[in-house]
Nanobody, 123 residues
Framework: QVQLVESGGGLVQPGGSLRLSCAAS?????????????MGWYRQAPGKQRELVAR???????NYADSVKGRFTISRDNAKNTVYLQMNSLKPEDTAVYYC????????????WGQGTQVTVSS
């Protein structure tokens, strides 16, 4: 069973930075599955729907939501089955639980949702 485990969240002041990690593990097939998919970072703020903020294809092409463009950078290390999200110039409105999963999320990959990692931006 493939697992996606997010880490790196925390409390940071406005203008600060955090680096999130998402590691795929739990199955001999997790590496090949991870490398086959475009991966995304999603976030869900209290009372709001989960939204995609950044995605990266298996080849390394990236896209960002307008709200984070120029501040967030997504990257992946296929050898480590890990995807990262570097977040700079953080704003209070970035406060949310951050998750990773494939993009798009399919019937097969919806089971991969992990616990997420909490990011709180506050002074």
């Amino acid at each position: 069973q493939v697992q996606l485990v997010e880490s790196g969240g925390g409390l940071v002041q406005p203008g600060g930075s955090l680096r999130l990690s998402c590691a795929a593990s739990g199955s001999a097939a997790s590496g090949s599955i991870f490398r086959a998919y475009a991966m995304g970072w999603y976030r869900q703020a209290p009372g709001k729907q989960r939204e995609l903020v950044a995605r990266i294809t298996s080849g390394g092409s990236t896209n960002y939501a307008d709200s984070v463009k120029g501040r967030f950078t997504i990257s992946r290390d296929n050898a480590k089955n890990t995807v990262y999200l570097q977040m700079n110039s953080l704003k209070p409105e970035d406060t949310a639980v951050y998750y990773c999963n494939t993009d798009p999320v399919t019937i097969a990959t919806t089971r991969y949702w992990g616990q997420g990692t909490q990011v709180t931006v506050s002074s």
